[in-house]
Nanobody
Framework: QVQLVESGGGLVQAGGSLRLSCATS????????MAWFRQAPGKDREFVAA????????SYADSVKGRFTISRDNAKNTMYLQMNSLKPEDTALYYC???????????????WGQGTQVTVSS
């Protein structure tokens, strides 16, 4: 099991940028597949992006392709989500997740953070 703590959320105007971080505990961070999900009020949790444990494979939801970039620093036990050209529809609670299978399905991830709020004003 790994503990996950998100940070970097906030209020930003449309077109702006934010960088989310997901700090993890433990010494086995590079053994986990990692992902970002988000959930807006009244909506289901949705996949945003995933990155493989060896950093070589990345996957993005169509809605964020070309605007968001997922990365990780295994030496710092931290994952990031750089979000550019933000839109009001990106407003949501953003969660980081860790698992042993690289997937876009939330059920593949066993460990979750508490989330960080991103609000994009129009």
């Amino acid at each position: 099991q790994v503990q996950l703590v998100e940070s970097g959320g906030g209020l930003v105007q449309a077109g702006g940028s934010l960088r989310l971080s997901c700090a993890t505990s433990g010494r086995t961070f590079n053994g986990y597949e990692m992902a970002w999900f988000r959930q807006a009020p009244g909506k289901d949790r949705e996949f945003v992006a995933a990155i493989s444990r060896n950093v070589l494979v990345k996957s993005y939801a169509d809605s964020v392709k070309g605007r968001f970039t997922i990365s990780r620093d295994n030496a710092k036990n931290t994952m990031y989500l750089q979000m550019n050209s933000l839109k009001p529809e990106d407003t949501a609670l953003y969660y980081c997740a860790a698992g042993t299978v690289f997937a876009s399905n939330a059920f593949a991830y066993a460990d979750w953070g508490q989330g960080t709020q991103v609000t994009v004003s129009s």
